[in-house]
C-alpha cells in the first residue's frame, strides 16, 4: 500500500514539510548559508537587509541571516515540541494505566491531581511555571509538559478502562498472570496506538505553547534562535521590515499546521484499519 | 514594553485609534487648540509630594518648582534658572540659603504665592516621605521673615539651587490641598502655579489639562493638553504618523530612520541624562583582578552597539556623567575596543577561560544587543558570556545578596534625581556597608573622601567641586569597576508643525506644553 494511499494527498504533502523541517534542524550547520549567525555571532554591517540572493529571506536586528536563524530555529522548535510530548507521556501514560487498571483509590487519586491542572487554562498555567522557574529551554519544557501530561493520563485511563474488560485480558487474569505483566503485555501495546497518534497531533500545539512562551520572553534565551522570541524581537519592525517577523512566523504556522494534519491523517488510517 | 498587554493592544488596536481620533474631534469642535501627547507608559501617582515617576509629564505643567535646570550646551555651561524663585543667595559657608520669591504669582485656587506656602508645601513633602522627597534632607529648618523671602537652613552644604529644580519632590503646592490624601490627587485634583490645571484624569487612559487663565508667565497657546497612555508601540507609531498625537517617544531606534523621511514627522535626538554601563564584580574571581576587567572592557564593542542598539543616535559614555551635566569629563581616559590588546592583558593575569554572567533587565532591547555583541567579541578570547535577562526586582535582590554568589556583571541604567555629578558617583561607587545600588561592590577609601568633599563644596565653590568630581570618576575609570557602555539619546517623534521644542533632559520625557505653539 503506497504511502499516498495510506495518509492521502494532505497527509504525505505534510509528512513531507515534517520531514524536511527536521532534516534542517538535524544537517542546520551543513544547510545554513551561514551557520556562524544561525548560531548567533553578530554581522551587523549587514543589518536590516531585505530578502535577496546573498539573504533569500533578509537579515535582523544584528545583520544575521533569517535563513539561517530559521533552521538553527527549528532544531529548537522540534526538540522542544517533541520533547515536551515525550515528557508528558512518559508522566501521563504510567498514572493513567494505573489509575484505569486498579480504579478504586488510586483511580480517585490521580483523577482528582489531574482535575486539578485541568482545571486552569493550559497557557496560563505554562506561563506562570514558566516566570517561576524562569527562562531557559528545559524550563520551558517543563513547563509545557506540566500542563499537558493530564490529557494523556485521562486518554490512557480510558484506553484501559474498555480493554480491562477484553475478553483476552479476562482469559489472561484467570491464567493467573500477574498485573503488571498483564498491563505491560496485553493492555499497553494496544493502549498505544491511540495514544501515538494523540501524540503525534499533540506536537504541533505543543510547539505553539513553546513558542508563545518564547515569544513572551520566557522561552529560550537569545542568542540562540528560537521562532517564538523572534517574532517577538521582529515585531516593532512589523510594517517597514516585515521579513523579521513574517519568516519564523511562517515557520511556526507551517510546521504546527503539518504535524496536526499528519496527526489527523494517521487517526484515520488507524480507524480504517480497525 | 508590556509584552502581556500585546494581544489586547493589537486587539484594540484599530479600534482605540478610531475612538481616539472621534474623540480629540469632540474636544476640537469649539475650536480649541489642543496639544496631544502619546505617553508609552502610564501616569501612577499625581501626588506632587510622591509622584516618582512618569507622572513627571504632568507635574511640570501643572506644579513649578522654585528653579529650573537648564543643561549644558556646546560652549554654554549649565545653569540653575529662577522659576517661582527670582534670585537667591547662598551663605560663605553653604549653610544659609535665601530665596526671593517672584511677586504676583497665583495658585490654581487663587490663593498667593507666599513665602509661608512655600515652606508649607516642602514641609508637607517631607512630612510625606514618600517618592523623591529625601532630596530635601539636608535641609534642617525653612523660615518665612517675610512674604517674598525664604529661608533654608542645612545640616551640610548642599547645592540647594539645584535640588529646588528637581523633576521630583521639588513642586510648589497651594496650602489648601496640603490636606489632601493621594487618593484625591489620583482623582484628577490639584492645584499648582504651573500654566496648566488639571481637569481630568482617567487612569490608564489619558489626563486632560486645561489652560490657567491666570499664569503669571506667557500665556500658553494651547487650550487643553492631553496626556493619552498608549503602551503599544506600534499603536504610538501609527498615532504619530497619522496626527493623532503631537508628540511621543520610545520608539524603536530602528523605524526612526523611516520616520525622519516623513516631513510632516520631526525626529528629535539629543543627549539625555540616562547612562548605561555594566558593573563588574569586583569581590568575586576573575573579576576581582584589575587585569581581567581592563580586558573585557577593551573587548566591548563601543561604537557597534551605539551603532545597532540605538541606531546610532546614542553617544559613548565618558564614565558615568553624561555630557549636559556638570562635571562631565569630556577627555575621561575611556578604552577603546581592542580584541588584540584584551588577549595580551589576559594572558598577563594568567587567565585562559571563563564563564561570566552578566544580568540585565528583560525586555531592554539595547542592553540585549550590547550583551550579544560583546559575548560575540568575548567568545574569541575564550570568554562564555551568558546573557541573563531578569525582571528588575529579581535582578536587583540577587545583587544584594552575598556578592560572591551573585552576578558577574550587573547591567543598568542611571538618571539622577536631582542633576548633580554625587548622584550618579555615591549611589553607584561609594562604598556600601549593604550593596544598594553599588552593584559591583567598589570600595575604595579614597574615593569616597574625594566625592563627599567635593559634595561639600558644590554649594559654594562649584568650579573646585567640579574638578574634583571629574578626579574622583577617573579613579573609578582606571580601576575598571564598571564597563561604560554608552550614553542613551533622547528620542522624541514630534509633528513638524509644533513649534518652540527644546527637550530638557534634566527632566526626562517632560514637555512644558506652554512654551509651545502651532
Not at chain 2, 564563564?355 to 559575548?375: C, I
Not at chain 2, 529579581?394 to 554625587?422: H, N
Request: charged residues 15%; contains cysteine.
Amino acid at each position: 500500500m503506497s504511502l499516498v494511499k495510506r495518509l492521502g494527498l494532505p497527509g504525505t504533502l505534510c509528512l513531507c514539510v515534517v520531514v524536511v523541517f527536521a532534516l534542517a534542524a538535524m544537517l542546520a550547520p551543513f544547510v545554513a548559508p551561514y551557520a556562524a549567525q544561525g548560531i548567533g555571532t553578530p554581522n551587523i554591517s549587514a543589518k536590516f537587509q531585505p530578502p535577496s540572493a546573498a539573504y533569500w529571506l533578509g537579515t535582523d536586528h544584528l545583520g544575521r541571516d533569517m535563513l539561517s536563524r530559521v533552521i538553527y530555529g527549528a532544531r529548537v522548535s522540534m526538540t522542544t515540541g517533541v520533547l515536551i510530548v515525550a515528557v508528558s507521556l512518559l508522566i501521563g501514560l504510567p498514572v493513567g494505566l494505573l489509575a484505569g487498571y486498579f480504579g478504586g483509590w488510586a483511580d480517585e487519586g490521580f483523577m482528582r491531581i489531574t482535575d486539578i491542572f485541568l482545571a486552569f487554562p493550559a497557557l496560563l498555567l505554562a506561563v506562570l511555571m514558566a516566570a517561576a522557574l524562569g527562562a531557559g529551554m528545559l524550563n520551558c519544557i517543563i513547563s509545557v509538559a506540566v500542563t499537558w501530561w493530564p490529557w494523556y493520563a485521562r486518554l490512557a485511563r480510558a484506553e484501559v478502562l474498555v480493554l480491562r474488560n477484553q475478553p483476552y485480558v479476562e482469559a489472561a487474569r484467570l491464567m493467573g498472570v500477574s498485573p503488571p505483566r498483564i498491563l505491560l503485555r496485553h493492555i499497553l501495546p494496544a493502549a498505544l496506538r491511540p495514544l501515538g497518534v494523540q501524540a503525534a497531533l499533540d506536537v504541533g500545539p505543543a510547539l505553539l505553547t513553546a513558542s508563545a512562551l518564547s515569544f513572551l520572553g520566557l522561552g529560550v534565551l537569545p542568542p540562540t534562535a528560537d521562532w517564538g522570541q523572534m517574532v517577538d524581537a521582529g515585531r516593532p519592525f512589523f510594517p517597514a521590515r516585515w521579513w523579521y517577523a513574517v519568516s519564523p512566523g511562517v515557520a511556526i504556522f507551517l510546521l504546527a499546521l503539518a504535524f496536526s494534519v499528519l496527526g489527523d491523517a494517521l487517526r484515520a488510517t488507524g480507524r480504517r484499519d480497525a | 514594553m508590556k509584552r502581556r498587554d500585546f494581544l489586547k493592544s493589537v486587539g484594540l488596536a484599530g479600534l482605540g485609534t478610531m475612538t481616539a481620533a472621534r474623540w480629540s474631534m469632540a474636544v476640537a469642535e469649539d475650536g480649541a487648540k489642543i496639544f496631544t501627547m502619546a505617553h508609552p507608559a502610564g501616569f501612577p501617582d499625581l501626588s506632587p509630594a510622591t509622584s516618582f515617576s512618569n507622572d513627571g509629564a504632568i507635574m511640570a505643567n501643572v506644579y513649578e518648582s522654585l528653579t529650573r535646570y537648564i543643561p549644558g550646551q556646546g560652549d554654554q555651561p549649565a545653569k540653575v534658572e529662577p522659576l517661582l524663585a527670582e534670585k537667591w543667595d547662598v551663605s560663605p559657608d553653604g549653610l544659609t540659603w535665601t530665596f526671593h520669591l517672584r511677586q504676583g504669582v497665583k495658585f490654581h485656587d487663587g490663593g498667593d504665592l507666599t513665602a509661608d506656602a512655600v515652606k508649607q508645601s516642602i514641609e508637607w513633602t517631607v512630612k510625606t516621605a514618600g517618592g523623591a522627597s529625601f532630596i530635601w534632607s539636608p535641609v534642617s529648618a525653612i523660615a518665612a521673615p517675610d512674604a517674598a523671602t525664604v529661608v533654608f537652613t542645612l545640616s551640610s552644604p548642599q547645592p540647594l539651587d539645584m535640588i529646588a529644580a528637581s523633576g521630583f519632590a521639588a513642586w510648589i503646592v497651594s496650602p489648601t490641598v496640603l490636606d489632601k490624601d493621594n487618593a484625591w490627587f489620583n482623582a484628577g485634583n490639584g492645584s499648582g502655579t504651573g500654566p496648566y490645571k488639571m481637569e481630568r484624569y482617567e487612569p490608564g487612559q489619558r489626563c486632560i489639562l486645561t489652560k490657567n487663565d491666570g499664569y503669571w508667565g506667557k500665556a500658553p497657546f494651547f487650550d487643553k493638553a492631553v496626556f493619552a497612555v498608549v503602551e503599544d508601540p506600534v499603536l504610538l507609531q501609527s498615532m504619530i504618523e497619522g496626527g493623532d498625537a503631537d508628540w511621543t517617544y520610545s520608539l524603536p531606534y530602528d523605524n526612526l530612520e523611516g520616520l525622519k523621511a516623513k516631513p510632516e514627522l520631526t525626529v528629535v535626538a539629543n543627549a539625555s541624562f540616562q547612562t548605561l554601563f555594566g558593573m563588574y564584580n569586583v569581590k568575586k574571581a576573575p573579576l576581582d583582578n584589575l587585569k581581567v576587567r581592563q580586558a573585557l572592557s577593551l573587548a566591548f564593542p563601543y561604537d557597534d552597539v551605539i551603532s545597532s542598539g540605538t541606531a546610532g543616535l546614542g553617544s559613548r559614555a565618558k564614565g558615568v556623567i553624561p555630557a549636559g551635566i556638570w562635571g562631565h569629563d569630556e577627555a575621561a581616559p575611556i578604552p577603546k575596543t581592542d580584541l588584540v590588546a584584551a588577549k595580551a592583558l589576559l594572558a598577563e593575569a594568567g587567565v585562559t577561560g571563563a564563564d561570566l554572567t552578566m544580568t540585565f533587565a528583560t525586555g531592554d532591547n539595547v542592553e540585549s544587543v550590547a550583551g550579544e555583541l560583546w559575548k560575540a567579541n568575548l567568545a574569541t578570547l575564550g570568554i562564555n558570556l551568558t546573557l541573563q535577562p531578569m525582571a528588575w526586582e529579581a535582578q536587583w535582590q540577587l545583587a544584594k545578596s552575598d556578592p560572591a554568589a551573585a552576578q558577574d556583571i550587573f547591567v543598568m541604567y542611571w538618571w539622577p534625581t536631582y542633576v548633580t555629578p554625587y548622584d550618579y558617583l555615591f549611589n553607584l561607587f561609594h562604598s556600601e556597608a549593604a550593596p544598594n545600588y553599588n552593584l559591583g561592590y567598589y570600595s575604595n577609601p579614597d574615593f569616597d573622601k574625594q566625592i563627599d568633599d567635593a559634595a561639600a563644596l558644590s554649594g559654594t565653590d562649584r568650579t573646585k567641586a567640579e574638578a574634583m568630581f571629574i578626579e574622583a570618576q577617573r579613579k573609578v575609570i582606571t580601576d575598571a569597576a564598571a564597563v561604560f557602555m554608552l550614553d542613551l539619546p533622547n528620542v522624541h517623534v514630534i509633528r513638524s508643525d509644533l513649534k518652540g521644542y527644546v527637550d530638557n533632559p534634566a527632566y526626562g520625557h517632560v514637555v512644558f506644553v506652554s512654551e509651545l505653539s502651532k
